[in-house]
């Protein structure tokens, strides 16, 4: 037989006060001046009488790093009772949270952490993974599956790379009413611009909300998808609270109706499996100080010409903005240092019956995340960014070989998104077979 499933989750307020300055934006002046919606962490805990199964831990915030990722999952776990390892951090990427939860994320990036935000949004975290371990009981699963165009699309043209699809975990209690979502859906939270100085979750936040007027206020936790080249930027009419609220309604009643159709089986009622390991991947070679600058120096007069000719927020000059401050940040690397050695990538599955999470710290491009769900053994994989760490772009060989922001600022060369790829893949086929995957592996 297998093993009921068990759940207990907790939504909680996690945003500061005013006064701190805000991230996400190289082109952002000013600090947080207030509050339009408010931030979130969404804790999720699936396990069962026998196992302590996964947190996930889902923030409304630009990123978590390691520091940040352990200082949560320390504090989660000793709250409910279970190994930190079994608990997962994720962001959700909204660049209308503050800077100072992770301070600089990028060695050509300013920031600073702030202990006193840290510690506050931690405490309130703790509060709620409290709360978890009275609040475990039976659920009911079921998966669901749906693609919307609505909300997102690939970043530089619009018939380019993009993956459409979302992912649902839908539980409910045994006497059928909704306890929790788990969806997911890769794409910038970028409809607000540097211009905004509210902190607000951007379109996931909206999506959350309207999800509890939609399907009955079940805790909604959101995850990140493979978003390195995905943003609103060809589908948004505009860079406002109005159309933070259309985007998200946009994925809030696709998300509706694909629960309402009640097409596939139940999932599996347990155990929730999970894989922890590390990839050792190693940092690129930065061109010397002279090259950079003459990079960006060319990266701004091209900006500036697009400006010129097509005004603000067209999206040939965002593409042009973004390629200038690309080209910015790797001149600051250059001059200042870099990464050397290796980075240490943690990749982690989880799994429920036919169901799996493929979950890495980077912002991995679309094609990349595609061609890992493709290559999967699972009847369906999601591949989720921006959790237990951050180390930022991984484009693929197109973006490298086009020469766009992501090129520029991402700290691995073009043949660490194979190497990951190749990775997931093997920890995957791994997982489903019930074989141990080593902790640590070398790259190919």
């Known amino acids: 037989m297998t093993a009921a499933l068990l759940l ?15 991230g996400g934006y190289l082109a952002r002046h000013g600090v947080a001046t207030g509050t339009h919606d408010d931030l979130e962490a969404s804790l999720i805990w699936l396990s069962t009488e026998d196992d302590p199964g996964v947190v996930w831990v889902a923030l409304d915030a630009l990123a978590v790093d390691a520091g940040l990722t352990r200082t949560l999952a320390d504090a989660v776990a000793a709250a409910v009772g279970i190994d930190p390892d079994r608990v997962l951090v994720c962001a959700s990427h909204t660049h209308s949270g503050p800077e100072g939860w ?34 475990r009981g039976r659920v009911r699963a079921r998966w669901h599956a749906g693609s919307t165009e609505a909300v997102g699309g690939n970043r530089y043209r619009p018939d380019g790379p993009h993956d459409t699809s ?20 890769a794409s910038h939270p970028t409809v607000l611009g540097p211009d905004n100085l509210a902190w607000s979750a951007d379109w996931p936040g909206a999506t959350r909300r309207e999800l509890a007027t939609l399907v009955g206020q079940p805790v909604a936790a959101f995850l990140q998808g ?17 159309e933070v ?38 940092y690129r070679e930065i061109p010397s100080l002279e090259d950079s600058l003459q990079l960006r120096q060319t990266a701004e007069a091209e900006w500036q010409r697009e400006l010129a000719h097509h005004g603000e927020d067209h999206p040939a000059v965002r593409i042009a903005q973004t390629r200038y401050e690309g080209c910015a940040m790797l001149a600051t690397m250059a001059a200042t240092g870099r990464p050397t050695g290796c980075a240490d990538v943690p990749v982690s599955v989880v799994s429920l ?19 890992i769900r ?25 973006g490298h070989r086009d020469g766009i922001y992501e090129s520029y600022v991402t700290l691995f060369g073009p043949e660490a998104a194979d190497e990951l790829v190749e990775h997931c ?6 997982h489903q077979g019930g074989l141990r995957t080593p902790r640590c592996a070398e790259p190919a």
Do not use: C, N
């Open 226 to 242: 493979a978003a390195g080249d995905a943003s609103s930027r060809f589908v948004r009419r505009g860079r406002d609270h109005a």
């Open 353 to 371: 019956g036919e169901i799996a999470w493929l979950h890495t710290p980077f912002e991995l491009f679309a094609s990349l995340g595609l061609r």
């Open 425 to 430: 893949l093997k920890v995957l086929r791994a």
């Open 245 to 282: 609220r259309t985007l998200g309604g946009h994925l809030a009643t696709s998300i509706a109706r694909t629960l309402a159709t009640v097409s596939s089986p139940p999932a599996t009622a347990g155990p929730v499996r999970l894989t922890r390991s590390t990839l050792h991947l190693p």
């Open 374 to 398: 493709q290559g999967s053994p699972f009847r369906h994989t999601r591949v989720i960014g921006y959790t237990d760490g951050y180390l930022g772009y991984l484009p693929d060989a197109a």
């Open 166 to 185: 979302f992912g649902v975990l839908e539980l409910r209690r045994d006497d059928g009413t909704p306890a929790a979502l788990l969806f997911d859906y």
């Open 8 to 22: 207990a989750a907790q939504d909680v307020r996690i945003t500061p006060g005013p006064g701190h300055p805000l």
């Open 102 to 135: 992770t301070g600089q994320l990028h060695p050509g990036l300013p920031g600073r952490r702030d202990a006193g935000l840290v510690g506050g949004m931690a405490e309130k975290v703790t509060g709620a993974a409290l709360r978890l371990r009275a609040g």
